[in-house]
């Protein structure tokens, strides 16, 4: 195969990894999961892109639970202000 072979990889759930597409665009391994976060990319980039894509999927994570940390000292913050205002 020459350099400029492109494949796609992309992030499968069962495998919770990024894998090597096959050729309907899913997971070898696993042809009825839906794979997200799927990028084309030549062939000896795949290793790259593929440490990429968990990258990325490590960093939104964070950002998801930071946001539920954030809401959740919201509704904590409001709950005691709500018996401060029941209570005086
Ligand atoms: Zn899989």
Redesign the pocket.
């Known amino acids: 195969m020459s350099d400029q072979t492109l494949v796609e990889v992309g992030y499968?759930a069962?495998?919770r990894t990024a894998?090597e597409l096959n050729e309907h665009g899913r997971?070898p391994?696993?042809p009825l999961?839906q794979v997200v976060d799927i990028c084309e990319v030549r062939l000896r980039e795949v290793d790259n892109a593929k440490a990429n894509i968990l990258l990325i999927r490590a960093r939104r994570l964070r950002r998801e639970l930071i946001g539920w940390f954030i809401a959740l000292s919201g509704l904590l913050v409001l709950g005691y202000v709500v018996i401060f205002i029941i209570e005086f």
């Open positions: 499968c069962l495998c894998v997971c391994l696993h999961q």
